[in-house]
């Protein structure tokens, strides 16, 4: 059930046990992929969680922008800081609350990792609700390096809009490619920002694409959400 497709009637009288607020990104992904892959990868695993989920479940509506200043060179990447992120999500996360108490936080970018996992902490020891962090990319466990607009995200998407993935750039991407999520001296990450170590912009090769493997990351994080919201609901 999409929230933003319900009546209040309906969303009053819906009985779900849990709500998903899915939260991600307008930034960079590489020259191959679109700036919006965060927020449509936590959007899809939103609903398909919500359909494996032996249960009711709600979908809210996306939250497009998140902690992603590290991006700021590549044009087209919009951020906000870690402040702003926490009081602007911790408000949506309270107000769904209201109706539904339980809330898994779908979340598509590691930037907001941190930011949810204490937000998410704050709202539950408060009493506003139950709030629980999920990040779908810590859960799958496929045959290519995660990366950032690599193999993987970029098999996502494939599977899901591949009209938005220019397959023609891939190459480019993989001569521009970063190795590493840093520059790192004596074990120390140095670097700041992803244009001190990828051109391109993205980590990973993404010529490891394919719409069959986004497929299946698409099902492993949806029956992992599913788990998790049953997790939460018990609570």
Request: net charge negative; proline share 4%.
């Amino acid at each position: 059930m999409k929230l933003a497709e319900m009546s209040w009637t309906d969303a009053r009288d819906a009985d779900a046990d849990v709500a998903f607020l899915p939260v991600g990104s307008t930034e960079q992904h590489g020259p191959h992929a679109p700036l919006g892959v965060d927020s449509l990868s936590a959007e899809a695993i939103a609903e398909a969680g919500a359909e494996a989920y032996d249960g009711e479940a709600v979908v809210a509506p996306a939250i497009p922008v998140g902690v992603a200043e590290e991006h700021r060179a590549f044009d087209g990447t919009m951020w906000v800081s870690e402040d702003a992120f926490r009081a602007y999500v911790g408000d949506a996360v309270r107000s769904l609350c209201d109706t539904v108490e339980r809330v898994v936080v779908v979340n598509g970018h590691g930037g907001n990792t941190d930011a949810l996992r204490e937000l998410c902490g704050r709202i539950t020891r408060d009493g506003d609700g139950y709030a629980v962090p999920f990040t779908w990319f810590d859960v799958v466990a496929p045959d290519v390096p995660l990366g950032h607009g690599g193999a993987v995200e970029t098999s996502l998407v494939l599977h899901l809009r591949p009209d938005l993935v220019r397959e023609e750039r891939f190459d480019e991407a993989r001569e521009g490619m970063g190795e590493r999520f840093g520059v790192f001296v004596d074990g120390t990450n140095v670097a700041y920002d992803f244009d001190e170590f990828t051109e391109a912009g993205n980590i990973g090769d993404p010529n490891e694409a394919s719409a069959e493997l986004g497929e299946e990351l698409l099902a492993e994080a949806a029956a992992a959400l599913a788990n998790v919201a049953a997790a939460t609901a018990e609570r």
